[in-house]
């Protein structure tokens, strides 16, 4: 690393041979009888990697170079060139830091000892998953690229699947493997189509193609069916939120933290290849981008289960960066480069701010499920008192996955905000402006959302006596979350350093539209907002620092939280989470539904009763659902094919070979 | 030396004839055996003479006419079985589809846009005709051991297309060859085993069971 810095080793080489490190960090495990030793040496070599890798893509992206190597590979699909430019380098830091926090982690959340039989194999895949996505920003053969692709894919299946003994997790693992091999399907057309067009397997340079072709409208959609379905993006969410909650939760991390902005990075990618995109591309990012938001952030509100609901919420933060991206593409439409800037801006920083404060997120909650031994919120509660850090490392989540001040998620925010309402004085697409309200709509839906989590999770006393030995996660556990805190912390504090990490990005996309005066005009202004979000810590420690000398002066007793004059107080007279999203659910009848059972009570002393919620999705229930049952029945037949004769498949064979020969003439 | 090839691999397309007409399984081995030696010449005959063809000559004959018949006539013995007794289809039928096959594969061969020097021989349709007698062998036996004696006759299909096309191998692909269908016959040597201990008989039908319903 320090030759790295110093100029003396090329940092390129340093970050791809962190990418490999990563990969066989797992390895080792694998041979090892005792379990253990081979976990902390993942952890180890993933850390050590992500040491090496941070400061050389830092490196590679301030300097604007671009590294080719060429990988000799023997494969009859011409030249595999392995290439990191500034795009690459900017996607390749959330792989390494996440996946190096993730890592160690592990070691508290799934430790050898307890899972002897699943450890071994969610080390090595997990290695796997993370090295996938570090070669995936390098790759620029695309058939390279699918190979890499399909190893993330099938690495995070392997992981989702870890407790497979599970019914629930086995379907999500389903529904995720069809969802993401429907996306590489599209990618291989996807690939096909740009060899067709290119005339090699390389992936075009940037702005090297015509948009005003059929093949590219072709080429376009199938990018964004293709890498759409991995980042999630509505209509191609299903399989999201039942992936991220079944998965151990630093896999969730990587999952929702690093895997789904791979998905972006594809959508980013192919974008660059065409100068003079048309309007109906940035017209439907956006559309879908802002419903993925909204409806996102919705099916959050409605959910019980923790960690779906942060799945959710991971649809909300994409289509957030999916609507910056479509409003970017419309402004390079109509040559408004205030509107390229921020909106390219806003997208790619909430990536990188949603890979920091999405996985603090969900490391927080796999340590509350460790502590607690289940995911329903409506079972939990009263988590602050007896783990008091992780509450206040999850709260630094939740308020800036809000767009709170003086939080990353509200930066990022708030350069959407800026470019949305740069366009009440341009001259054309004035009705960009009516974005911002519902930007604003899916921020306070989010507040409302983790109200409720933080509400329901660690405010209150504890609903239920299954689990009473709630302890302080462990310092493997903490300390990646107080890191992932400190960079939400510090990226909203100083927003201008973030803005110079996403710049060199924006300048190698739009060289000719970005100039390095508009990128220091938007630096003084976050300069100011630096110093607004400093005031505001001020206040709130100056506040704090009050509110204990007054609690000093008085004499303080304790009583249950909800007392409010009951005699007889139970865990359970509380105020719950379903009673609480209800009422912002029901804005939304007709598309998702709260389903509350509740009991009637009749008479003086009505007997005992049960009462449960259960969010659900009306287009998953009505549309998708009946549609693969009806593809099930259509399909019958080939269940028929299958029939078990060894002699009947030789059959098939024969019988393709005798078709093919016989058409040949 | 051509005219002897032709009229070598007119002996293989009759040997496809006794291994689809017989139930007696050490015949059919034995036949095998005899059609593996067959085309171990084959290479001799039509290319030019050099220490590498009599190291594969050899090899070939070594391995298709001895190991391989060897190792599957230990599996009959220690079966103790002596005949492929109710195969799907009948032996009659077998022959009949066989012949309609080879008569096809003379029909496909002749309309393949060939290299004229290749144009007048019988090494395509008799290569065709063996793959195909190989695939009826495969489809209509119910045990294991006629089930490697086709894909055996498969793989002498394949390798008469080979001599064809490739006018001096590369040692490293026959190597590759040779062992491919060691190894396979190895594993189908283990299922033979696996299966005749599971099920008590060498029916391949019986896997059925093992069907995920």
Known sequence: MYFALQGALDPALVALSAALLIGCAGVPGLFLRKPGPGQIIAAAGTILAAFAGVPSSLLLLYSHTTTTYLLEWGLPFGPCELVIDPLSAFFLLPVFLVSAAGSLFAVGYWPAAEHRTTERGLTFFYGLLASSMALLLMARNGVFFIMVWEVMALSAYFLLVTEHEREDVRRAGIVYLIATHTGTAALVVYFSLLASQTGSFLLPAAGSLSAFSSTASLI??????????????????????????????????????????????GLFRTLTYFYEPPFLWGAVLTVCGITSALLGIAFAVAQHDLKRLLACSSIENIGIITTGLGVALLGVSSHNNTLVYLGMAGALLHILNHSFFKPLLFLGSGAIIHA???????????????????????????????????????????????????????????????????LALVGGLAVVAFTKLFGSVFLGTPRSTVAPHFHEAGVTMLL????????????????????????????????QLVSPSITAGYGDLLGRLSLSGVLLIAAAALV?????????????????????????????????GAAFSELAVSVFNGILRQRIERPTIAGLFPVAAHCSDQPTETFLERVISPLFALTGIAFAFLRRLQNGLMHMYVLYIFATLFILMLWAH | MITLADQLLVLVLLINFILLGTSRL?????????????????????????????GITIVIIAVKGFVIPQLLGRAVRSAEIKREAEPFVG????????????????????RLPMLPEHQNYMFVPASIATLMAGFLILTTRRKVIS???????????????????????????????????????????????????????????????????
């Open chain 2, 26 to 54: 050490f015949f059919s081995i034995r036949a095998v055996a005899v059609q593996g030696v067959l085309l171990g010449i084959l290479p001799g005959l039509i290319h030019p003479f050099s220490w590498h063809l009599v």
């Open chain 1, 544 to 576: 704090t620092l009050f509110w204990k000398w007054r609690l000093g002066k008085v004499p303080v007793s304790a009583t249950p939280t909800w007392g409010c004059g009951y005699q007889r107080v139970t865990a359970r007279m509380q105020y719950g």
């Open chain 2, 91 to 110: 032996y009659v039928a077998t022959l009949l589809l066989g012949a309609l096959f080879t008569a096809f594969s003379f029909g496909f061969a002749g």
């Open chain 1, 480 to 511: 990646p979350m107080f890191f992932f805190a400190l960079l939400c912390l510090l990226i909203g504090v100083a927003p201008q350093i973030a803005l110079r990490l996403v710049s060199p990005a924006i300048e190698f996309i739009y060289p």
């Open chain 1, 372 to 438: 607690v031994g289940t995911r329903d919120m409506n079972l939990m509660g009263g988590l602050g008192k007896s783990m008091p850090r992780v509450t206040l490392l999850f709260l630094v989540g939740s308020v800036a996955i809000c767009g709170i001040p003086p939080l990353n998620g509200f930066v990022s925010e708030f350069l959407l905000y800026l470019g949305l309402f740069r366009q009440l004085e341009a001259v054309s697409l004035t009705y960009l402006v009516f974005l911002a309200p519902l």
């Open chain 2, 147 to 213: 089930q490697v004696i086709g894909y055996l006759v498969l793989d002498n299909g394949i390798f008469i297309f080979g001599l064809l096309l490739a006018e001096a191998m590369p040692i490293m692909v026959e190597a590759g060859a040779l062992l491919d269908l060691l190894v396979g016959t190895f594993v189908m040597g283990i299922v033979i085993n696996q299966i005749n201990r599971e099920f008590s008989s060498l029916d391949t039908s019986l896997l059925t069971s093992l069907k995920e319903e």
């Open chain 1, 220 to 265: 376009v959609l199938t990018a964004f069916v293709g890498f759409g379905a991995k980042a999630g993006i509505m209509p191609f969410h299903i399989w999201l939120p039942s992936a991220h909650a079944n998965a151990p939760s630093h896999v969730s991390a990587v999952m929702s933290g690093v895997m789904l902005k791979m998905g972006m990075y």
